[in-house]
Antibody
Framework: QVQLVQSGAEVKKPGASVKVSCKAS????????ITWVRQAPGQGPEWMGR????????NYAQRFQDRVTMTTDLSSRTAYMELRSLISDDTAKYFC?????????WGQGTLVTVSS | QSALTQPASVSGSPGQSITISCTGT?????????VSWYQQHPGKAPKLMIY???DRPSGVSDRFSGSKSGNTASLTISGLQAEDEANYYC??????????FGGGTKLTVL
C-alpha cells in the first residue's frame, strides 16, 4: 500500500524559511514524481511544483520559482520542500502527492502558519 | 497564476444527477487530455476521482464520470448520495509543463 507521511505542523515568523518532509513507503520511490500542492484556508489547491525522485529534476510554478527548493533523499525515501522568505499569505496546509499530471496518493498535509 | 473556472456551488437531491463544469483555455484544458477531478471533505486530503478526462481509479464508484468539450471539462455525479457532499476541484496540465487547479465547487446534497 502506497503511503506518504509528512512532518508535523510548523509556526514561523515572516522572513523565515520552512522545510517540510514527505516519507514514502509501499512503492518504488525512485520511479515516481513527487508533487507539492498547498491549500490556504478556505481556498482551492495550488500547484507549487514537482520533482522526479530518481534524478532530482524539478519544475516549479513561476510564482514560487525564486524561493522554493524541492529535493529528495533516495536512501531514506523522503522528499523535501523548502520555502524561503515566508509571508503571512504563505499560511496554508502543504501536501505532498505522487504523480505527474494527476495525483492519486496524498500525504496527510502539514500546516504551516506564518505569524509575527 | 490563472485558476480554472468552476461554479462556486451546485446542489441536488438524493438520487438526482449533477454536473460540475471546469473552464480553461487552449493552453490547458483544451490542449491536453490531462484533466483530473478531486473530491475533498473538510479537513481531509483531496481524493482522486477522475483522471485523463474520463478514467476512474479503481475503487471509485461508477456514479462518477468525466468528459470534455473544447476548453470545458465536466464531472457528472449520478444517483447523488449524502456522502457525495464535499468540495470538488478540477485540474489540468498546461503548456508550460505546470498544473492548474480550479477554484472549487461546493456540492450540497439537499
Amino acid at each position: 500500500q502506497v503511503q506518504l507521511v509528512q512532518s508535523g505542523a510548523e509556526v514561523k515568523k515572516p522572513g523565515a524559511s520552512v522545510k517540510v518532509s514527505c516519507k514514502a513507503s509501499g512503492y518504488a520511490f525512485t520511479n515516481f514524481y513527487i508533487t507539492w500542492v498547498r491549500q490556504a484556508p478556505g481556498q482551492g489547491p495550488e500547484w507549487m511544483g514537482r520533482i522526479i525522485a530518481y534524478n532530482g529534476d524539478t519544475n516549479y510554478a513561476q510564482r514560487f520559482q525564486d524561493r522554493v527548493t524541492m529535493t529528495t533523499d533516495l536512501s531514506s525515501r523522503t522528499a523535501y520542500m523548502e520555502l524561503r522568505s515566508l509571508i503571512s499569505d504563505d499560511t496554508a496546509k502543504y501536501f505532498c502527492t505522487s504523480g505527474l499530471n494527476w495525483f492519486d496518493t496524498w500525504g496527510q498535509g502539514t500546516l504551516v502558519t506564518v505569524s509575527s | 497564476q490563472s485558476a480554472l473556472t468552476q461554479p462556486a456551488s451546485v446542489s441536488g437531491s438524493p438520487g438526482q444527477s449533477i454536473t460540475i463544469s471546469c473552464t480553461g483555455t487552449n493552453s490547458d484544458v483544451g490542449g491536453y487530455n490531462y484533466v483530473s477531478w478531486y473530491q475533498q471533505h473538510p479537513g481531509k486530503a483531496p481524493k482522486l476521482m477522475i483522471y485523463d478526462v474520463s478514467d476512474r481509479p479503481s475503487g471509485v464508484s461508477d456514479r462518477f464520470s468525466g468528459s470534455k468539450s473544447g476548453n470545458t471539462a465536466s464531472l457528472t455525479i449520478s444517483g447523488l448520495q449524502a456522502e457525495d457532499e464535499a468540495n470538488y476541484y478540477c485540474s489540468s496540465y498546461t503548456d508550460t509543463n505546470t498544473v492548474f487547479f480550479g477554484g472549487g465547487t461546493k456540492l450540497t446534497v439537499l
